[in-house]
């Protein structure tokens, strides 16, 4: 029904940037939220960034990304962004795009993507 598919993944030095994108197709009549997760090795999948558009497109971060990562929406595309600046060691992972929409057929659902790895070395 409805389908997340991630893409801007990859291996970046300490420092460097990378931009995440999440296109969202299939049978939407409406996204209320937004956001990237991702899961280390060994450790449980934490939220990164979302946009809840129900609340006028207010946005959330975890701590560890404040000030280093952005997420943004393309409302017209379905489409969210995720900007990643000043990458660590620690921000190596696989990230999931995940949305909470309202189908076509008036069911609503959480849908993720299937994920991207990020790895972040020197």
């Known amino acids: 029904q409805v389908q997340l598919v991630e893409s801007g993944g990859g291996l970046v030095q300490p420092g460097g940037s990378l931009r995440l994108s999440c296109a969202a197709s299939?049978?939407?009549?409406?996204?209320?939220?937004t956001g990237w997760y991702r899961q280390a090795p060994g450790k449980q999948r934490e939220l990164v960034a979302d946009?809840?558009?129900?609340?006028?497109?207010?946005?959330n971060y975890a701590d560890s990304v404040k000030g280093r990562f952005t997420i943004s929406r393309d409302n017209a595309k379905n489409t969210v962004f995720l900007q990643m600046n000043s990458l660590k060691p620690e921000d190596t992972a696989v990230y999931y795009c995940?949305?909470?929409?309202?189908?076509?057929?008036?069911?609503?659902?959480?849908?993720w993507g299937q994920g991207t790895q990020v790895t972040v070395s020197a």
């Open positions: 995940n949305a909470y929409v309202r189908t076509s057929y008036g069911s609503t659902l959480s849908a």
């Open positions: 299939g049978s939407i009549s409406n996204i209320y939220s």
């Open positions: 946009i809840r558009l129900e609340l006028g497109g207010s946005t």
